[in-house]
């Protein structure tokens, strides 16, 4: 578990701070600018050079891009592990649609605008939908005890530094925001969304890796010996953390979802050294060898590893989903087995989750969801058979038929009789 994994607020190289928003404007102009032109040439070198990487100008270009991205991690100061998988997901998940739209015989070029919608979408989806499942942490009283006004409310919901983020509301405002757009630009709306389809999976199953590197979404409390138990512990430290300080536990650590749960709902004893007044320290409370010690010891109870069932499980629907593209006889039915699948995935793993308050019938907003989803995909597929068989050939198919001669044009009446 690191949710954090480089911080750098307090590392001030040559007595530089990056606090100024002089400095931070400045610094992300040049490395947008500059990784736009470097990028470009790599992208050009790459096409006009079958052994690019032989070359030294191009070796050139990968060491400013780094320089680049170690500058903008500078001005950014922290770098969090489930906001940089979801980023290297969605670039996956950018790079393998761009290859599919060429084998369904679609512009890549659709790539660019397509991502820019369904990012923007989906972050503000993902955040409504966190916001209404836990709407109790956004009322008029703080964590704190102290009272909230409803702008400083408004902001606490906007923020997204805070984490926060609900797969399925962000999948679902997605999908409506790429309806529309394909729409608008009159394009081939069923194609386009059985090309998502398993790129939506690829990207989730990167979301997934961040949940577990951030202590998120973590199942139900399992036996000991059961052999996929996992432990997390107390609090974890960014892995790379220039801060100086003797204690190990400053108060930028971040201390685990799963094991502050389970001691506030008193199934976990934590060690008499990490506690004050009923409650548990937190890093920051932490200032003596022997409170760092126990923090260091200091586990949850074993629980089900449901992250890692959760990137299994996209992998998997991935594959399905792309088996099933070359099989399909109408376009629209790669999409609508994803919203039958997912969901039926998604509720089994809801079960052994722990992190989320059941509700009506005992189930979770996520599992009223994923009923609504699964009625969509039957009653799409269902509407998908009354359409002729008939969609766009792919990769081999599709070269197949552009290599094979025209038919021989039919002749039309009787054929006289000899």
């Keep these: 578990?690191?949710?954090?994994?480089?911080?750098?607020?307090?590392?001030?190289?040559?007595?530089?701070?990056?606090?100024?928003?002089?400095?931070?404007?400045?610094?992300?102009?040049?490395?947008?600018?500059?990784?736009?032109?470097?990028?470009?040439?790599?992208?050009?070198?790459s096409a006009a050079r079958p052994r690019w990487w032989t070359d030294p100008a191009s070796w050139a270009m990968v060491a400013g891009l780094a320089a680049m991205v170690a500058a903008l991690v500078w001005v950014v100061s922290r770098v969090h592990s489930y906001g940089l998988m979801l980023a290297l997901g969605f670039l996956t998940a950018m790079a393998l649609t761009r290859?599919?739209?060429?084998?369904?015989?679609?512009?890549?070029?659709?790539?660019?605008?397509?991502?820019?919608?369904?990012?923007?979408?989906g972050v503000i989806g993902a955040r409504l939908a966190f916001v209404i499942q836990f709407h109790e942490h956004f009322g008029p009283v703080g964590f704190d005890g102290l009272p909230r006004s409803m702008g400083q409310r408004l902001i606490e919901m906007a923020r997204l530094t805070s984490g926060g983020l609900v797969f399925d509301g962000g999948l679902i405002l997605a999908i409506a925001a790429v309806l529309i757009f394909l729409r608008l630009r009159k394009l081939p709306l069923r194609r386009f969304l059985d090309v998502l389809a398993v790129s939506a999976m690829v990207g989730l199953a990167f979301g997934r890796m961040g949940c577990l590197l951030n202590g998120c979404c973590y199942g139900g409390v399992v036996d000991p010996g059961h052999p996929l138990a996992v432990r997390f512990p107390y609090a974890s430290v960014p892995l790379v953390y220039p801060h100086g300080d003797d204690n190990p536990f400053p108060r930028e650590a971040k201390i685990s979802p799963a094991y502050i749960t389970q001691y506030e709902q008193g199934d976990l004893p934590a060690p008499p050294a990490l506690t004050a007044g009923g409650r548990l320290r937190l890093p920051g409370e932490l200032d003596t060898p022997d409170q760092w010690q126990a923090a260091r010891e200091a586990r949850s109870l074993p629980v089900h590893p449901a992250q890692v069932y959760g990137i299994v499980n996209a992998l998997l629907l991935a594959g399905l989903l792309a088996a099933i593209s070359r099989l399909r006889t109408r376009e629209g039915q790669v999409f609508a087995w994803l919203l039958i699948?997912?969901?039926?995935t998604r509720f089994m793993l809801e079960m052994i989750r722990d992190d989320t308050p059941k509700g009506f019938m005992n189930l979770t907003v996520a599992q009223v969801k994923c009923i609504g989803l699964v009625a969509a995909g039957v009653v799409l597929l269902a509407a998908l058979r009354r359409l002729p068989a008939q969609c766009a050939p792919l990769g081999r198919q599709r070269a197949a038929a552009e290599a094979a001669p025209a038919p021989a044009p039919r002749r039309h009446g009787r054929r006289r009789r000899t």
């Design 1 to 45: 578990m690191h949710p954090v994994l480089v911080d750098l607020s307090r590392f001030e190289p040559f007595g530089l701070s990056p606090t100024s928003t002089a400095v931070r404007v400045a610094v992300f102009v040049i490395v947008a600018v500059g990784a736009h032109l470097l990028t470009g040439g790599l992208i050009r070198r």
């Design 99 to 121: 290859r599919r739209l060429g084998r369904f015989g679609e512009d890549p070029d659709w790539v660019n605008p397509l991502a820019v919608v369904a990012l923007a979408a």
């Design 341 to 344: 699948l997912y969901p039926i």
